[in-house]
């Protein structure tokens, strides 16, 4: 699945999408690629001299690969979101860097109805640079008047 694909899963878009590609798609695991260039916004910032890729957008990215498993197998996923609600055991093992390629990889431990746990690794090169467990929330999206309002 390409970004495009991916869209029509997420509500996320340029620069918050995480995710370039799906590369496995299964109801209890998905694997997805994030290509870290040094264009990256994050970058102009974190750090300008020794660009590192922020912690919290690595597990962001594989918070991103969840959304779009839970999605994937949900009947009326046009009207739904799924909410990041807790992140468990976050590691980060290596720094991350432009040129990197990260394997998103995401295994559900446990699923309900409208809540999912999923184990997930960020990896490069075979080597596992983050890692993480995740609860995420399916939730009704906001109907548009009330999502207008402040």
């Known amino acids: 699945m390409d970004v495009n694909g991916i869209q029509s899963y997420l509500p996320h878009r340029y620069p918050m999408l995480l995710v370039d590609r799906i590369v496995e798609l299964a109801p209890d ?12 916004w994050f970058f102009e910032g974190h750090f300008p001299d020794v660009p590192v890729m922020p912690g919290v957008l690595i597990v962001e990215a594989l918070a991103q690969c969840a959304g779009t498993l839970v999605l994937k197998y949900v009947p009326d996923r046009d009207k739904k979101m799924v909410l990041l609600i807790s992140i468990r055991e976050a590691k980060f093992r ?3 860097v ?3 390629q990260l394997r998103l990889e995401m295994n559900v431990i446990k699923r309900k109805e409208t809540l999912a746990i999923m184990a997930g690794k960020a990896i490069v ?4 640079v983050a890692e993480a467990e995740l609860m995420c929330k399916l939730a009704d999206k906001p109907q548009q008047e009330e999502a207008a309002k402040p």
């Open 98 to 100: 432009p040129g990197d």
């Open 29 to 40: 695991r998905i694997v997805g690629i994030k290509n870290v260039t040094r264009n990256e």
């Open 125 to 128: 090169d075979g080597i596992v």
């Open 94 to 96: 290596r720094q991350v």
